[in-house]
T-cell receptor, first 120, second 113 residues
């Protein structure tokens, strides 16, 4: 079974600064997807960024980028120019790419989350 | 895209009572998922529907839990004889087929007293 570990229960950053959230995972599969989700106090889980394991290029979405190290099974999220609205719980998640790879391609496995505080 | 809608937002019930939650997915999404999130934890998978067929149930879903998705549209999650350990946030999500991303609702927070 796959596991996702977020070793930082809480992080804080000054507004306009950069912060990196860590995530490691364990899997025997070669093809999978990794995600970062944001859950603000309003509770709705929002997809921040997604990475396909077969792609070597790190995904970027505006101020959000990832550092995907497949061999190390590491998937960190970098938030640049942090804004007050970035304050939230951030979850790293794993999903198998498909039944053919030995997994189910619909089930997300989440880490425990990192609570990010942005200080003005 | 009106988003995934869940009702109610909050539910407080006494131990032993039955509760039912509803989820309305995004209209063109054929996949629907239920997750449970307890304090300090990430969401945990409960069950998955493709159209009206329930294709997988987690071992977390005891026999007191039942989920349905009649006609492949909205879904209900019922918990019978609630226990204090059932207190959690119940999240619903939907997606198109393939590797499309999941869209989550706001969740239903259940408190069992």
């Amino acid at each position: 079974a796959q596991t996702v570990t977020q070793s930082q229960p809480e992080m804080s950053v000054q507004e306009a600064e950069t912060v990196t959230l860590s995530c490691t995972y364990d899997t025997s599969e070669s093809d999978y997807y990794l995600f970062w989700y944001k859950q603000p106090p309003s509770r709705q889980m929002i997809l921040v960024i997604r990475q396909e394991a077969y792609k070597q290029q790190n995904a970027t979405e505006n101020r959000f980028s990832v550092n995907f190290q497949k061999a190390a099974k590491s998937f960190s999220l970098k938030i640049s120019d942090s804004q007050l609205g970035d304050a939230a719980m951030y979850f790293c998640a794993y999903r198998s790419a498909g039944v053919g790879s030995g997994g189910s391609n619909y089930k997300l496995t989440f880490g425990k989350g990192t609570l990010l505080t942005v200080n003005p | 895209d009106t988003g995934v809608s869940q009702d109610p937002r909050h539910k407080i019930t006494k131990r032993g009572q039955n509760v039912t939650f509803r989820c309305d997915p995004i209209s063109e999404h054929n996949r629907l998922y239920w997750y449970r999130q307890t304090l300090g934890q990430g969401p945990e998978f409960l069950t998955y529907f493709q159209n009206e067929a329930q294709l997988e149930k987690s071992r977390l879903l005891s026999d007191r839990f039942s989920a349905e998705r009649p006609k492949g549209s909205f879904s209900t999650l019922e918990i019978q004889r609630t226990e204090q350990g059932d207190s959690a946030m119940y999240l619903c999500a939907s997606s198109r087929g393939g590797n499309s991303p999941l869209h989550f609702g706001n969740g239903t927070r259940l408190t069992v007293t």
